[in-house]
């Protein structure tokens, strides 16, 4: 059975930094694409960056030159860097990955930014 297990969330003042993290373990063949998303009180659940196998990144404009994706292979981990973080990004965070053509989600980490 595979799980998404993130840490790595918290509180932190705006203009600060975190660094999230997202393992995938068990029976884990062709992991694709991974990625992060963010769901806010009271709205949708959204995209902040995805990373394809290869290293090929993707990023939501609101987090684009703040937040940086990147990935280890050998490890089935996926890192989101959040930079210059401000009380709008305050959400769950949450990983996502596609493995064996099958979607798998993490059960969420909070990230709140004081202002």
């Known amino acids: 059975q595979v799980q998404l297990v993130e840490s790595g969330g918290g509180l932190v003042q705006a203009g600060g930094s975190l660094r999230l993290s997202c393992t995938a373990s068990?029976?884990?063949?062709?992991?694709?694409?991974m990625g992060w998303y963010r769901q806010a009180p009271g709205k949708q659940r959204e995209l902040v960056a995805s990373i394809t196998s290869p290293g090929r990144t993707t990023y939501t404009d609101s987090v684009k030159g703040r937040f940086i994706i990147s990935r280890d292979n050998a490890k089935n981990t996926v890192y989101l860097q959040m930079n210059s973080l401000k009380p709008e990004d305050t959400a769950v965070y949450y990983c996502k990955a596609s493995i064996s053509g099958m979607i798998y989600w993490g059960q969420g980490t909070q990230v709140t930014v004081s202002s």
């Open positions: 068990g029976k884990i063949f062709n992991l694709n694409t």
